[in-house]
């Protein structure tokens, strides 16, 4: 059985598959560049609704970069 992907590395390596820098996620997302750096290293947790906003404002499923057992398929966000 492979070791199951953490929510760290799963947001890194989606980040790093796009060519992004910390700073674009960060100015796309909102979120400052240490914000995203503590959740890419474990270090922070994103709430369940932040998670969808994050994916959607890069353009990403939230099952890519997060693990998705707390967060709705579906959710209303503004």
Excluded at 37 to 59: D, H, T, Y
Aim: hydrophobic share 40%; net charge positive.
């Amino acid at each position: 059985m492979s070791p199951r992907i953490s929510t760290t590395s799963k947001l890194r390596q989606w980040r790093t598959q796009n060519s992004l820098t910390l700073e674009d996620v960060s100015g796309l997302c909102g979120l400052s560049v240490a914000t995203v750096s503590r959740v890419e290293r474990g270090k922070s947790n994103l709430a369940p609704i932040m998670k969808v906003k994050v994916a959607r404002r890069l353009g990403a499923r939230v099952r890519d970069l997060f693990d998705i057992e707390d967060v709705p398929e579906t959710a209303d966000v503004a």
